[in-house]
């Protein structure tokens, strides 16, 4: 099973609109929630992190996290053509056996974005 | 300012001779990652470091090392590259492993011939 899944797009939105992004994880251990945005070719950038249930906010950008059903979110608002990039899911892992991977942070493959004028 | 570098940025080289991606953070960060990004594949870790002279495998090791002498750096290093690593390389740090964000460098785009 894979650690980290998100829709695999793409998606297309038209700008002012709302984007939903979407991501589901494998570990019910895990704390620590992220979103990155990588423009093609370019190194991913953080946006968002999140590490209790329920929402947060930062501007345009809200991340909405649901630890029992194992799920997190981005919801982008009035989304913009420079909101056009791929966007990757990042979930820690706190499972202790060897392996070593606790505190290891997986990511999904990413959603690419397109906003469309 | 706060910044995760690597180098070179662009290389093509031959299959067979060795090279080293050099990564460097200014942030004293614990924990520092390789990783290779691939289209349809996502992220994939390579190696990873929690501290000083503490590194472990991430899901693709084959046919890399790496050392972590000194907190700031963490180099790459491919013996006997092969046309299956060409690829595009990022270094990343975190304060806290795992549990606090990650930065990432720039991106090392590598060709193998």
């Known amino acids: 099973q894979k650690e980290v899944e998100q829709n695999s797009g793409p998606l297309s939105v038209p700008e002012g609109a709302i984007a939903s992004l979407n991501c589901t994880y494998s570990d019910r251990g895990s704390q620590s929630f992220f979103w990155y945005r990588q423009y093609s070719g370019k190194s991913p950038e953080l946006i968002m992190s999140i590490y209790s249930n329920g929402d947060k906010e930062d501007g345009r950008f809200t991340a909405q996290l649901n630890k029992a059903s194992q799920y997190v979110s981005l919801l982008i608002r009035d989304s913009q053509p420079s909101d056009s990039a791929t966007y990757l899911c990042a979930v820690n892992n706190l499972r202790g056996d060897r392996g070593s991977t606790l505190g290891r942070l997986y990511f999904g493959r990413g959603t690419q974005l397109t906003v469309w004028p | 300012e706060a910044q995760v570098t690597q180098n070179p940025r662009y290389l093509i080289t031959v299959t067979g001779k060795k090279l080293t991606v050099t990564c460097s953070q200014n942030?004293?960060?614990?924990?520092m990652s390789w990783y290779r990004q691939d289209p349809g594949l996502g992220l994939r870790q390579i190696y990873y470091s929690m501290n000083v002279e503490v590194t472990d495998k991430g899901d693709v090791p084959e046919g890399y090392k790496v050392s972590r002498k000194e907190k700031r750096n963490f180099p790459l290093i491919l013996e006997s590259p092969s046309p299956n690593q060409t690829s595009l390389y990022f270094c990343?740090?975190?304060?806290?492993?795992?549990?606090?964000?990650?930065?990432f460098g720039p991106g090392t785009r590598l060709t193998v011939t």
């Open positions: 990343a740090s975190s304060l806290l492993a795992g549990q606090r964000e990650q930065y």
């Open positions: 942030m004293n960060h614990e924990y």
